[in-house]
């Protein structure tokens, strides 16, 4: 099992920037891809962006593409998500989330951490 705890949400106003970061205690890091999603209240939970375990290869939502950046220090046991050009509907709560490598699946998760985005 692997805890993840996020950092670094708050309020920005549109076309502004943020990071957040996530840090993971517990199992071998590197035996996890890790990624971020978004959700907001009434609708579903969706996929923001990925890493690998190395962090060679990266995904993201079109939704999000040339603005979010995720990037992973695996010294540090830590992913980060700087985000650029923030518009209103970025406004979410962001979860942290570690992919188990065997089975593929998003098993763990963070907390969250709210980030808004004024007009």
């Known amino acids: 099992q692997i805890k993840l705890v996020e950092s670094g949400g708050g309020l920005v106003q549109a076309g502004g920037s943020l990071t957040l970061s996530c840090a993971a205690a517990?199992?071998?890091?590197?035996?996890?891809?890790m990624g971020w999603f978004r959700q907001v209240p009434g609708k579903e939970r969706e996929f923001v962006a990925h890493?690998?375990?190395?962090?060679?290869?990266?995904q993201y939502a079109d939704s999000v593409k040339g603005r979010f950046t995720i990037s992973r220090d695996n010294t540090k046991n830590t992913v980060k998500l700087q985000m650029s050009s923030l518009k209103p509907e970025d406004t979410a709560v962001y979860y942290c989330?570690?992919?188990?490598?065997?089975?593929?699946?998003?098993?763990?998760w963070g907390q969250g951490t709210q980030v808004t985005v004024s007009s």
């Open positions: 517990g199992r071998i890091f590197e035996d996890f891809g």
């Open positions: 890493i690998t375990w190395s962090g060679g290869v990266t």
């Open positions: 989330g570690g992919q188990d490598l065997v089975r593929g699946l998003y098993l763990y």
